[in-house]
């Protein structure tokens, strides 16, 4: 790693962890709506959509982090 620099590591790994969880989520939320995988189960609309926020929400912090520490 680089000696002397762990905040620039750690927001590293952070930004990282920020593009990794949103891609994770939009899994959960597509396979939330396959009956072949739920069965009969129906995943209330609205916290899909607030997943999908979630999701935004979470991939747009991580690019301006990426952005504002390069």
Request: charged letters at 10%; proline letters at 4%.
């Amino acid at each position: 790693m680089i000696v002397g620099r762990p905040v620039k590591i750690l927001v590293w790994a952070g930004t990282l962890n920020g593009f990794i969880l949103p891609v994770g989520l939009s899994l959960v939320l597509l396979a939330s709506r396959k009956a072949s995988i739920v069965g009969d189960y129906r995943h209330p609309l609205w916290l899909q959509i607030a997943g999908w926020c979630v999701v935004l929400i979470m991939a747009g912090f991580s690019i301006v982090t990426l952005a504002t520490s390069v």
